[in-house]
């Protein structure tokens, strides 16, 4: 089992930016990758940025050049340092844990985005 508990989330104005955290507890040395989706209302999650056990990335292309996911092994902890936000990033985003046979889910934090 790994448990979930994500955090940075909230209202920014178009153009700021906001660090998303996870923090990862449990079985986490068979954790193969990480990462973050999001949801926006009435559309289906999506996925934003991945990272896995060794330190590759994979990105959307909605966030390329503008939000960067990273680690912290010594913390257990998933960072996703979004800049340059704008409206359409509104949404909830979900830190998941995957393993070979399964995947954990965070409860999911709000970030809005004004215009």
């Known amino acids: 089992q790994v448990q979930l508990v994500e955090s940075g989330g909230g209202l920014v104005q178009a153009g700021g930016s906001l660090r998303l955290s996870c923090a990862a507890s449990g079985s986490i040395p068979s954790v193969n990758a990480m990462g973050w989706y999001r949801q926006a209302p009435g559309k289906q999650r999506e996925l934003v940025a991945t990272?896995?056990?060794?330190?590759?990335?994979n990105y959307a292309d909605s966030a390329k050049g503008r939000f960067t996911i990273s680690r912290d092994n010594d913390k257990n902890t998933v960072y996703l340092q979004m800049n340059s936000l704008n409206p359409e990033d509104t949404a909830v985003y979900y830190c998941f844990a995957r393993k070979i046979v399964s995947t954990y889910w965070g409860q999911g934090t709000q970030v809005t985005v004004s215009s």
């Open positions: 990272i896995t056990s060794s330190g590759s990335t």
